[in-house]
């Protein structure tokens, strides 16, 4: 299982790196390419998202006791993935300006006021997105608390088992002792009055 993580790890990776440098390159590019550019990083941000399920997946499938390497790689690399889709959206924005700026003639005075409004809503959802990611982050870690004590209370019930199984045996054993001894004592009062009727 741990192979199959590590080789979605490695995807991303690689993934990740080329999408860096080509949202880098969007604001260097002549329109046309820039359009082709931004279409291209939209579906490899898309295959990473995919990428990043997948490996949640599989982090779900890890033992509890050897889940938290895995799930602080994991918080890694989703930050990673907000902070790629927060530099397409500021680079798109540019493109966007600048294209309707070329369309319009627009002398970029209002241009810029969008844009600041833009980059503080986008701001804003990261901070919700990175919220929602501390919840999520809590559901897990109590999820994974419950399986633990669930665990724990089923080695529980077992010894239980185990011992009311050694109970029954002893009980067993001090009645069969118990007959023995009986039928010993028995014995030993009808000789005893044998010897009597003899004498």
Do not use: W
């Not at 907000?82 to 924005?93: A, H, V």
């Not at 980059?119 to 999820?143: C, F, K, M, P």
């Not at 007959?179 to 000789?191: H, K, N, W, Y």
């Amino acid at each position: 299982m741990s192979s199959d993580f590590e080789g979605y790890e490695q995807d991303f990776a690689v993934l990740t790196a080329e999408i860096t440098g080509k949202i880098a390159r969007v604001p260097r590019l002549p329109p046309d390419e820039k359009k082709q550019m931004v279409a291209n990083v939209e579906k490899q941000l898309e295959e990473a998202r995919e990428l990043l399920e997948q490996m949640d997946l599989e982090v779900r499938e890890i033992p509890p006791q050897s889940r938290g390497m895995y799930s602080n790689r994991m918080r890694s690399y989703k930050q990673e993935m907000g902070k790629l889709e927060t530099d397409f959206k500021r680079s798109r924005i540019a493109y966007s300006d600048e294209v309707r700026n070329e369309l319009l003639g627009d002398d970029g005075n209002s241009s810029e006021n969008q844009r600041a409004h833009l980059l503080d809503n986008t701001e804003r959802l990261e901070r919700s997105s990175r919220r929602l990611e501390a919840g999520y982050q809590i559901a897990v870690e109590t999820e994974q608390i419950g399986q633990e004590m669930l665990e724990n209370l089923s080695h529980d019930r077992e010894k239980i088992q185990r011992a009311r199984e050694r109970l029954r045996e002893t009980d067993a054993n001090l009645g069969k002792s118990s007959r023995v001894l009986t039928g010993m004592l028995r014995r030993r009062g009808e000789l005893h009055g044998c010897s009597r009727v003899i004498q």
